[in-house]
Every structure is written in structure tokens, then in C-alpha cells.
């Protein structure tokens, strides 16, 4: 088969993507001339940017495929996707689920209710009035707290498991990354911070946002938590850390920064 005619196919099933597991035992995104699933009269085809080059392809399926249908393949949450994929991958995976969330949630004009067709791969266009409207990113901080030798880490009200993370927030319209870690953190614990510094930043497909990372030093008040955020929170030295953050997520990093860095 001609290697410039395959492309990947990014199939998902709700928030499960389609991987295909290799003689070796590991896993890839499907990479072959034809989609491989059956494609359906309402399947919607996205054409996503090249990965190194190669074709990108994205479409959700009605019911996920099973062992049997398909030999060799397997539907795996796209978080978990994370510990079975190359990086490339699973970021290439992120953006074609937050595209197709994209889609599912842009099929009609929000001015006139008209249909929104695609204009270009990553545009749609209203029928009726003309409005166009793109992929849209819900912008968050997360940061790093230290006082000392310690961290404060959190256990917030919507966290899927038994773990302290860090404080996290959603940027507010008017506001700057910065102005959004002190108003996070004064909300959330009632603190305040100084030297505040930029970290790094994540893109997080769940269902479609950027995390900004920054470590921000201790300044001043007491712990009083925001009951509606938080569960639990406190001052951690390295020798008595509790459950973390997954590696996947910058929160993780984070730590994982601090602890390696941290003073004796």
C-alpha cells in the first residue's frame, strides 16, 4: 500500500477513541487508505491539520466497536488513551475531540437559528444570516502554591477520585492571566499570593480548554475554603504528600517540578 495514500482516522464513540492495538502490544491511531469503520449517510468527516505531515481525518461513531466486529481494535476513554499513545497522538487525539465537540454543538446559527454548514475546515457559516463562528477555547489557570518547604494542595468537590490537586480556574473576560491567579486563589482559599510566574500551558479536551500554568509564592491570610470548590486543603511537605494528580495533567507537572526542586 502506498504509504503517502494512508491517513490517520481519529474515530470516537462519545468520549471513547478507536485504537488499534500492534503485534508488539502497543497501541496507534488507525493509519490506512479507507476509514475503518462503516461510515454512515449522517457521518460528518473533519478534516484536521497533518500530523508530520501525514492526513488527519476525525468522525464519531453511533456504538463503539467491539473485539468482535473488529480484530485488533479497541475503544479506550481518551484519557486513559494517554498512557497507550505516543504524545503526538494523543494531542492529535485532543484536538479532534474538541473539533468534533465543536461540531456537535455549533449545527445551528446562535442569531437566527438557520443552519451553520462548514465554510473552511475549522469555520462554519449560518445559511440564513451569514454568521460564521469557529472553534472557541475556555481558558483556565492552574497554579502552584508554596510557602516555604510546603505546597498547598486541594481536593476539589468534582474530582473523579481520591486525590489533591492544585487550584485551578476558568479566566474571566476583562482579566489577565495574572489578575485571574490572585482572584482564583483569594476566592477558593481566601490567600494571598505573590510572584506570580508563568509555567507552562496544556491544551485540555475535556471537552475543549487550555490550561495556563503558573507558581505563585504565599503572601499573606488563612486557609478558608469555598465550599461550593473545595472538599479539603492544606500545607504539604515532600514526606507526606497525598494521592496526586494522573501524569497527564500540567497539575501533575507541576508538583512533580516542585518536589524535584523543593529545599531539604
Known sequence: MDQRTKRYYFVFCKDDLLLERQSDGTYTIPLQEEPPTELKPWTT???????????????????????????????????????????ALYLKAGKCAELLYWDRNTKFCGVCGGQMHFHTDISKRCE??????WPSLAT????????????????????RSD?????????????????????????????????????????WPYPSGLMVGF?????????????????????????????????????????????ENAPD
Open 45 to 87: 468527516m473533519l478534516n484536521v491539520t497533518p500530523l508530520d505531515g501525514t492526513e488527519v481525518k476525525a468522525y464519531s461513531i453511533d456504538s463503539p466497536v467491539t473485539a468482535s466486529e473488529a480484530e485488533g481494535y479497541e475503544m479506550c476513554p481518551l484519557r486513559q488513551s494517554y498512557y497507550k499513545l505516543t504524545e
Open 163 to 203: 486525590f489533591y490537586g492544585l487550584i485551578a480556574g476558568f479566566v474571566e473576560t476583562g482579566e489577565t492571566l495574572e489578575q485571574a491567579v490572585s482572584r482564583e486563589v483569594k476566592e477558593e482559599t481566601g490567600l494571598s499570593v505573590k510572584n506570580i510566574r508563568y509555567f507552562d500551558s496544556q491544551p
Open 140 to 159: 483556565a489557570i492552574i497554579v502552584r502554591i508554596t510557602r516555604g518547604d510546603e505546597i498547598l494542595l486541594a481536593r476539589g468537590r468534582n474530582f
Open 128 to 133: 440564513m444570516c451569514g454568521k460564521e463562528v
Open 215 to 259: 507558581t505563585a509564592d504565599y503572601d499573606s491570610g488563612e486557609l478558608h475554603l469555598q465550599r461550593e470548590e473545595l472538599k479539603k486543603a492544606g500545607w504539604f511537605k515532600r514526606t507526606n504528600l497525598p494521592n496526586l494528580p494522573e501524569k497527564l495533567s500540567i497539575a501533575r507537572r507541576l508538583i512533580d517540578d516542585w518536589v
